[in-house]
């Protein structure tokens, strides 16, 4: 299962829209770019805020799931990370096996660091809480990874690697569903009904496995024939569907909701979701204060 992996755009984002609001009012002095810039701080702090507050207390609300045992649906894992196809992948920087990394690239402009570009696997994760495992699509989730290495290359040029590795403890939030079976209640009359319609779609072929007299039509007799066999066939690929090996995996939740993959304690994460909040409540109460101020002055 290959997919590329993203980070949470949104968390990245607000803090930058809302420095830029702050420098565009310093630059541009005048009424309308102050009255621009409050209303993104406000909107965006406001925003941030409950955003954040949502996220935290999701985290802590959702009670951690066993892998064998988890409802379908949205769910909390816990468990170690395993390699999807039992071989770790190569580190770009240094060859070591890794479960997932993420590269940035970086060089020194004046007395910064410019990143350059970024590079980030694509391979899905297994995690492992003891009683099974989990594949981790990570189409869409935010990676919240705390192992960090930098390597120098040369006085003007660096390498930043996130990852993860074998046995590292993970920690995933999303939409859990299992695959590669099929429910007790499967309607097995309405499966030959729609492998009966796909047949006679191909009348040729519907005669030359039922016409059995050869008259070119298909009598009541040999019509009842051509419906056992397909009871035969539904029958059976049920019981090749139930006897097969269980699939679960979690992916990004079609509703929105918070899909988030670390090697963070939740609770570590929860707090990380708080300290955003708080400084979103500044943002938005210093630009409420900031408003009532100039209001009162007549600035704006």
Not at 24 to 29: H, N
Not at 105 to 121: M, P
Not at 153 to 179: C, K, M, N
């Amino acid at each position: 299962m290959l997919v590329s992996l993203r980070r949470d755009a949104t968390r990245l984002f607000l803090p930058g829209l809302q420095l830029s609001a702050v420098l565009t009012a310093l630059v541009i002095d005048s009424r309308w770019a102050t009255r621009v810039a409050l209303a993104a701080l406000l909107t965006s702090g406001l925003f941030g805020w409950m955003r954040s507050i949502r996220h935290g207390r999701i985290i802590l609300d959702t009670p951690t799931s066993r892998i064998a045992s988890a409802a379908q649906g949205y769910c909390e894992l816990r468990g170690q990370g395993l390699p999807l196809s039992g071989v770790a992948l190569p580190s770009p920087v240094n060859g070591l096996p890794v479960l997932w990394y993420r590269v940035q690239y970086e060089c020194r402009r004046g007395d910064k660091w410019v990143t350059t570009h970024t590079e980030e696997s694509d391979t899905s994760i297994l995690v492992d809480d003891g009683s099974g495992q989990c594949a981790l699509d990570p189409e869409g989730a935010e990676m919240l990874i705390t192992r960090k290495d930098i390597y120098p290359r040369g006085s003007d040029d660096r390498v930043i690697q996130w990852a993860l590795i074998r046995h590292d403890p993970i920690y995933a939030i999303g939409e859990f569903a299992t695959l590669g079976s099929i429910a007790p209640t499967a309607d097995s009359a309405g499966q030959v009904r729609d492998l009966l319609a796909e047949w006679k779609r191909d009348r040729n072929h519907l005669l030359e496995r039922f016409d059995l007299d050869g008259d070119g039509q298909i009598d009541l007799r040999e019509w009842e024939l051509a419906r056992a066999q397909a009871r035969r066939e539904v029958t059976r690929a049920q019981r090749m569907a139930i006897s097969s090996a269980e699939t679960h995996i979690m992916r990004r939740p079609a509703d929105g909701r918070l899909y988030l993959i670390s090697d963070l304690d939740p609770n570590r994460l929860a707090m990380r979701y708080r300290y955003w909040s708080w400084f979103h409540l500044v943002v938005f109460l210093g630009s409420v204060a900031t408003v009532a101020w100039l209001a009162n002055t007549n600035a704006l």
